[in-house]
């Protein structure tokens, strides 16, 4: 230990010694200085080391990793999240040729210890200050931890809810997608990276991954230049715009050309428009995949692409320390270019203060043990931001909230499942410590033994669905009853209860990376053991737990209420029990479209029109229609019902604006019902005539009130007129004139709308 105090002194001796002040307020200049150099005494391959992440595990064990680190061939370490391992590796980085740190990454994606809703359950708020709490206590978990990086927030539009990975992500809109990107950065990075508790982000996955054709993971994606700048790279772009250092690049093709060998993703668009100035990093083997894309010829040519197109670093990295040295002796890359990528690692290092204190976030004395210990959770947070995820989607003659009284029958093959509702990626999290909603409602009740409770049905009666779940690892359970026998034991079950609640969904196994569905219902086993509760005549509330949208069309009929809960975390199971017995009033709205059937996809709201739109007078059946479906989801975007119901009007300050000057939105809302409740006030635009079709609407703001019953407000917005802008005819960024239709209401179907000019002057 004195030693590590030792060497901790000497690094902020040195550091005061070339800068004479703190790193975070240190210049540009000063900065460059000390790069310049740092890089002038390190070898090509010391460089290179810079620029390789990797994993601790398998054929790199501690013991190799350590001497990588020491020999300088290793800049960061990715999935080490425990003491003392960390310390150690450090000490070692600390002995290398330049005495370089390392940094230490995991994957926080919605949580570290203490487990938050998924992102789409998250997204689901629709409330600013929830996604910061979660943003801003996992970052403080994880930095307390000894981390420094993260690989989040996930911002990737996705419009088609086959794709597994819906589930990591903010859904659908480009403009709730920013909002929540933007929190997750400002909240986990602070306002520097030198704070302690800063955690530096990578926005992902750059660029277009959640448009992957057909839904399938890891498909290519083709779009148009407009639609990609006008839609699916806004969030990207706000993440970067609120300062994230870090951007992971996409697996997939775009545009023909992968991701990772994108010179005119990575560097014309990031770099040279973008301005971006932190690292870019490849995902997980991808560099090794150009091979298989076809647009490398083998390991070394794979390599020589990739540094080409504009990547820095190299997550588990293969090739880097093998092939660069060669190459740029054949002269087939440069050294300028390593010489790029290796400063932007440094300078990361050196604005996360690691060059001053390689220590400042290491204790050894946290050990396994206390690391996950209950103590550490921040439970109070999670339970509040799981239940304002929570989306009341049906409530038929207000069956809920439940009384506290009654007798009440829990029923279905997630409701007491630890595992399943922390959900995907759930990192650092511990299963044992979560809260299940069987255990939930039985700590709510007034009388535990008044809540009976039965399996009902497995997940699933298809073997290989359990094969694919459990193939590195059991995470799924199978019981092995007769299913005939399960349903009639929790048949006896309800036909005893005043309620039943029935939990049914995903295993969130099938919401996840390589989880792509092409049958968005729930599995024949769940549809069974619902159709035999309904039958017994109790009141039916269906509580669903999955990481995406799905087909309840046959559901939404059969239940008397229905909660969409996502996976959602450690306090899950408290959260719903507290919106089942009203002790917290539901608020969520949907991030996602929910798709009638499977056929309509991809399914949302902000659509162009068409020439023959649906509804057209005297048209007959020449309009964008089925024959066979409704052409409308059976859940919209922004939808989501509450135990009050709300009334809303709205003015305009003006019916003409320029570009010097903004309209303010004025909205009465009023609770008119009984109880307390907050609404989530939604704006939406439509540009009306424009040089290229433009969509029905746009969500461009959203804010959130919470009335008494009875009680009034006021929500104010603002139109500027930046926000008319879009991508015209001839991809420029601009606001034509002409009329804007402004709509106010509670989802995306809202037609309550005024209109105003924007001038040409």
């Given amino acids: 230990m004195m030693k590590k105090l030792a060497l901790s002194l000497f690094f902020l001796i040195f550091s005061m010694h070339l800068f004479a002040q703190e790193p975070d307020s240190e210049t540009k200049a000063e900065k460059r200085v000390f790069i310049d150099n740092l890089l002038s005494k390190m070898t090509l391959q010391e460089k290179v080391g810079q620029l390789r992440l990797v994993s601790v595990g398998g054929d790199l064990t501690l013991s190799k990793a350590l001497d990588q680190i020491e020999a300088g061939e290793i800049g960061g370490i990715f999935n080490t999240v425990v003491e003392p391992d960390l310390s150690q590796m450090q000490e070692r980085a600390l002995k290398s040729p330049n005495k370089i740190p390392i940094y230490f990454g995991f994957d926080v994606i919605h949580g570290h210890r203490t487990v938050f809703p998924i992102n789409l359950g998250i997204a689901s708020t629709w409330d600013r200050s929830a996604i910061a709490k979660a943003a801003e206590v996992s970052a403080d978990e994880a930095t307390s931890d000894g981390l420094n990086i993260t690989w989040a927030p996930m911002v990737d539009i996705t419009r088609d809810p086959r794709w597994g990975r819906v589930s990591e992500g903010f859904g659908e809109d480009p403009y709730l997608s920013s909002e929540a990107g933007r929190i997750f950065v400002e909240k986990m990075q602070k306002q520097s990276l030198s704070d302690k508790k800063s955690l530096v982000t990578t926005v992902k996955h ?29 969030p990207y772009k706000a993440a970067i715009d609120a300062g994230s250092r870090s951007v992971m690049v996409s697996l997939v093709s775009v545009n023909g050309i992968p991701a990772t060998a994108n010179h005119w993703l990575l560097t014309e668009v990031l770099r040279n428009q973008w301005h971006f100035d932190g690292v870019v990093v490849s ?13 490398a010829s083998d390991p070394k040519d794979a390599v020589r692409v990739a540094i080409k197109a504009g990547i820095d670093i190299s997550m588990n990295d293969e090739y880097f320390l093998q092939f660069i040295p060669e190459l740029v002796k054949e002269g087939a890359i440069t050294e300028e270019e390593i010489n790029r990528a290796c400063r932007h690692v440094l300078e990361l290092k050196y604005d996360m203060g690691l060059f001053s204190d390689p220590y400042r976030k290491l204790d050894p004395k946290l050990d396994i043990e206390t690391m996950f210990a209950d103590d550490r959770l921040h439970r109070e947070e999670a339970r509040d931001v799981a239940r304002r995820s929570i989306v009341l989607l049906k409530n038929a003659n207000e069956i809920l909230p439940l009384s506290k009284n009654k007798k009440i029958a829990v029923i279905g093959p997630l409701s007491d499942s630890k595992r399943d509702i922390l959900g995907s990626w759930s990192g650092a999290g511990r299963a044992n410590l979560a809260v299940t909603p069987l255990e939930g409602i039985k700590r ?34 199978f019981d092995h009853r007769p299913a005939d026998q399960m349903i009639a034991e929790a048949v006896g079950i ?3 209860a005043d309620v039943v609640v029935a939990f049914v969904g995903e295993a969130e196994g099938m919401a996840h990376e390589s989880s792509s569905r092409t049958d968005l219902s729930l599995q024949a086993s769940q549809k069974k053991l619902l159709k035999a509760l309904k039958k017994t005549g109790k009141p039916l509330v269906i509580v669903l737990m999955n990481g995406r949208p799905l087909t309840l069309s046959e559901e939404y009929t059969q239940a008397d209420a229905m909660l969409e809960t996502w996976f959602l975390g450690t306090e899950g199971g408290n959260a719903i029990a507290d919106v089942l017995f009203g002790d917290y009033n539901p608020s969520g709205k949907l991030p996602m479209s929910f798709p009638d059937n499977v056929g309509q996809i991809p399914v949302y709201y902000s659509h162009l029109n068409t020439g023959r739109p649906r509804g057209t007078e005297n048209m007959g059946k020449y309009t964008t229609s089925y024959f066979d479906s409704p052409n409308e989801p059976l859940f919209p975007f922004g939808f989501g019902l509450s135990y009050t119901n709300f009334a809303m009007d709205f003015s305009l300050s003006s019916s003409e604006m320029n570009k010097n000057s903004e309209i303010v939105v004025n909205v009465n809302v009023e609770n008119i019902g009984n109880k307390e409740g907050m609404q989530t006030v939604q704006l939406y635009l439509q540009d ?15 804010e959130n009130i919470t009335l008494k019953p009875h009680e009034k407000g006021e929500v104010k917005f603002v139109i500027k007129y930046d926000m008319l802008k879009f991508w015209n005819d001839k991809m420029q960024y601009v606001a034509e004139p ?24």
Avoid: C, W
């Avoid at 498909?219 to 699916?232: G, H, L, P």
């Avoid at 995902?283 to 647009?295: F, P, Q, S």
């Fill in 738 to 761: 002409g009329k804007f239709n402004v709509f106010i209401g509670s989802d995306s179907t809202t037609q309550d709308k005024k209109t105003f000019t924007l001038l040409d002057k």
């Fill in 444 to 477: 709510a009740v007034n009388n535990p033994k008044s809540v009976s409770y039965a399996f009902g049905a497995n997940l699933s009666d298809d073997a290989n669905l359990y094969r694919f779940l459990n193939l590195y690892e059991e995470t799924t359970k």
């Fill in 283 to 295: 995902d997980h083997g991808a560099i090794r995949e150009l091979i298989n894309h076809g647009v």
């Fill in 688 to 702: 009306v005539t424009a040089s290229v079709s433009r969509p029905v609407k746009e969500l461009i703001g959203f």
């Fill in 494 to 496: 309800a036909k005893k």
């Fill in 206 to 234: 750059f660029a277009l991954y959640g448009a992957v054709e057909g839904g399938r993971e890891y498909n290519s994606t083709d779009m148009s230049e407009r639609k990609m700048f006008q839609e699916y790279l806004v």
